[in-house]
Nanobody
């Protein structure tokens, strides 16, 4: 079992910055892809960014050039640096990881979510 703890959300004015963190803990697993998703009120949960163990990244078009995803493999932690925030970035941000556990089975896990609110 993997537990995810997110931190770093909050309220900021347009043009500001926030940094989200998500730490994975537990035993008997190997983290694979780590990523961030977001869900605005009344909308579906959408991909924001992902990063592989080797550091390859992928971003939603709406955040390219403004957000940066990174990870610390030794700490099983993923980060999302969000710059030049816009009101449309307002959402609950969820960390997601895939982890290989016993017998090579891969599971997906979600964090509890952290609110990001950007005011105009």
């Amino acid at each position: 079992q993997v537990q995810l703890v997110e931190s770093g959300g909050g309220k900021v004015q347009a043009g500001g910055s926030l940094r989200l963190s998500c730490a994975a803990s537990g035993t008997g697993f190997r983290i694979n892809v780590m990523g961030w998703y977001r869900q605005a009120p009344g909308k579906q949960r959408d991909l924001v960014a992902t990063i592989t163990t080797g550091g390859s990244t992928d971003y939603a078009d709406s955040v390219k050039g403004r957000f940066t995803i990174s990870r610390d493999n030794a700490k099983n932690t993923v980060y999302l640096q969000m710059n030049s925030l816009k009101p449309e970035d307002t959402a609950v941000y969820y960390c997601r990881v895939t982890a290989t556990q016993a017998m090579g089975v891969v599971y997906g896990y979600w964090g509890q979510g952290t609110q990001v609110t950007v005011s105009s």
